[in-house]
């Protein structure tokens, strides 16, 4: 196998809001906000319209990006044996991802994410995580991690207690390891541990700007490339309408945005982006062509409702 994607397995639900909404309700836009009270989630969805409801989750979206470029991918991550469960495991059937995990009836139900997605297609997350933040050690297939060229996991995944040791399981059995951060929140919940993981575990790292510039404490974007530099590993930052560009050790490689493009909705855009880069990489495409790759996977999503294209 190619890739395997170790994720939190999250249906999404997206729901078009007006920036009311999220300062009625204490959102922080273009964040994620954990909830761990069930009803306090529930009552966020009442009276909310919803456009879509798909199978979600951070590194999912990239490992079905990876299937639809046609590469090899699997997946590992935590459902309950739930409608949406159910749901989720059809939605990575379809798109031709192994999924490797048998699900059973747990104490919380399958994750969610409400996508919020104001007029600006800024997008607003609240998640609550259900089974999948429960992750551990037993649920992760070391054979399948053997076998995986590379294992792409997320930030959103580590936490304190079982899910780090199920991340520590799955780094220690790997053949290379990629990691997104997954957004400002995680960074600055477990920054020592996420510089640790930079800098020691990870062969290739994906953030954005913001995040990597918070996870350093960088006061500008020159001292992000001399640190990304140091670390003579891939580390891979988008920037927005600045672009992208990857380090690895004094190699600087730089890629522009696609122009005249219709922006709806930009969930998705880093997880596609990711799946474009690692599709390149994997396939022994140049630095420079592997963030072409990314670059015009996430041009394609953004111009749509949904993260999955």
């Known amino acids: 196998m190619k890739i395997l994607g170790i994720g939190n397995a999250i249906v999404d639900v997206i729901c078009k809001v007006n920036d009311s909404f999220i300062k009625k309700n204490n959102l922080t836009k273009s964040t994620m906000k954990l909830f761990f009270d069930e009803n306090e989630f529930k009552n966020l969805l009442t009276n909310l319209k919803i456009e879509k ?70 997008r607003t997350m609240c998640t609550f995580l259900g089974t999948a933040g429960k992750i551990n050690e037993n649920d992760v297939n070391s054979n399948a991690i053997k076998k995986s060229e590379i294992i792409f996991l997320e930030g959103y995944l580590w936490d304190e207690g079982e899910p780090k040791k199920a991340f520590d399981k799955a780094i220690n059995n790997a053949n290379k390891v990629a990691m997104s951060l997954s957004d400002q929140f995680c ?38 490339i001399n640190f990304a530099k140091q670390q003579n590993k891939l580390v891979v930052v988008t920037r927005g309408d600045k672009g992208a560009v990857v380090i690895r050790g004094e190699e600087v490689i730089e890629s522009g945005i696609l122009p005249n493009l219709k922006i709806v909705d930009l969930t998705g855009a880093g997880d596609l982006f990711a799946a474009g880069f690692l599709h390149g990489y994997i396939n022994k495409l140049s630095l420079k062509e592997s963030l072409e790759k990314g670059t015009e996977m996430s041009s394609r999503v953004i111009q749509q409702i949904g993260a999955r294209l």
Not at 81 to 98: A, W
Not at 204 to 224: C, D, G, P, S, Y
């Open 53 to 122: 409801t798909v199978s979600g989750g951070s590194v999912a979206n990239s490992i079905v990006g990876l299937s639809q470029l046609g590469d090899k991918v699997g997946f590992i991550g935590k459902v309950s044996d739930d409608e949406f469960g159910s749901k989720y495991e059809e939605g990575l059937n379809k798109e031709d991802v192994e999924y490797f995990y048998s699900k059973k009836k747990e104490e919380l139900p399958t994750g969610t994410c409400l996508i919020l997605v104001t007029p600006d297609s800024e």
């Open 187 to 224: 960074v600055d919940r477990h920054k020592p541990h996420f510089l640790e993981l930079v800098k020691n575990k990870l062969d290739i790292t994906f953030a954005n700007e913001q995040e990597i510039t918070l996870l350093i404490e960088a006061k500008n974007f020159n001292e992000v």
